[in-house]
């Protein structure tokens, strides 16, 4: 009985031993992950901490970046001579009106023109030429007014011959091209203004560059530096606008051969609907 009591409490006495070993190394195992975490949550706060102070201190810098580079923008246009860099920029913003007027008219100037022909084809094969005058005139367009007037010569009764329903679908379609081309002569002289104006800066910065070199007696950079930089910037924005116009005109350019395209093709197909029809005499 002893022997059993003795081996019971060395056991218990051996279990509790281990379970206070356990639970210490437990507690151990806990303050190291508790030191961990604490230490981890303080360097990601500093991580923090210091990517916001970096933020805040990169923010001012770019503001400064951007208000430095329109500031030197304005400082090279001032420094390119008010005179001459106002005439460039005149001619820019010419140009662009011109254009942007162009663009505005050719896109409002454009239909679709298969669809247009064959209503209108429609109505003439029923005899109903005075709806095809009056569709012709609700549409806009080069095309439109082009097949008006040839509606017009048919519904007559002494222009109603195919030849001069040729002519003047051939007249009308010369006014009409005239009419797209309008204004562009404004545009390539805005072209060619603005290199030149930019050249006839360069040309008054070397005057203004030898002057100095005559009144200082000397040839050194930095008696040259002024007058050459007013040659170079006036010369860069020059070209800079002449570029952006040419764009602009050859983009109208393009729409003006698309209209005039359209325009021969509705002329082929008016002149194969008069014929076709009761009132054309052949």
């Known amino acids: 009985m002893k022997k059993l009591f003795a081996i019971i409490a060395m056991v218990a006495a051996c279990s509790f031993a281990a379970t206070s070993s356990v639970m210490a190394q437990e507690d151990v195992a806990e303050e190291a ?25 990169a923010a001012p810098i770019v503001e400064e970046e951007n208000e430095g580079v329109f500031k030197n923008l304005k400082t090279k246009y001032i420094e390119g001579g008010a005179g001459f860099m106002s005439l460039v920029a005149i001619a820019l913003v010419l140009g662009l009106a011109f254009c942007i007027e162009r663009v505005v008219y050719l896109t409002l100037a454009q239909i679709n023109t298969r669809k247009f022909t064959k209503e209108l084809a429609d109505l003439v094969a029923a005899g109903k030429i005075a709806n095809a005058i009056e569709k012709c005139k609700a549409t806009r ?39 797209l081309e309008e204004n562009c002569s404004w545009i390539t002289l ?3 203004m603005a290199p030149s104006l930019g050249f006839l800066g360069t040309v008054i910065g070397m005057v203004m ?9 000397d040839i050194s950079p930095t008696v040259v530096a002024g007058g050459m930089k007013v040659a170079l910037i006036t010369t860069i924005f020059g070209i800079i606008v002449a570029l952006v116009l040419q764009v602009f005109y050859n983009y109208i350019l393009a729409k003006v051969e698309a209209l005039t395209g359209n325009m021969e093709e509705a002329a082929q197909e008016l002149l194969v609907m008069c014929v076709k029809s009761d009132k054309c005499k052949k």
Not at 34 to 57: L, R
Not at 143 to 171: H, P, Y
Request: net charge negative; proline share 1%; with cysteine.
């Open 141 to 179: 367009g080069p095309v439109a007014q082009v097949s008006r007037k040839a509606m017009e010569c048919l519904d007559s009764a002494d222009r109603n011959d195919i030849g001069t329903i040729e002519r003047t679908i051939n007249m009308e379609a010369e006014v009409q091209g005239s009419y």
């Open 33 to 57: 992950t508790e030191e961990v975490v604490d230490s981890a949550a303080v360097d990601t706060a500093a991580v923090e901490t210091e990517a916001v102070e970096e933020t805040v201190e």
């Open 209 to 217: 560059a030898f002057d100095d070199i005559q009144r200082a007696g």
């Open 190 to 192: 805005f072209i060619a």
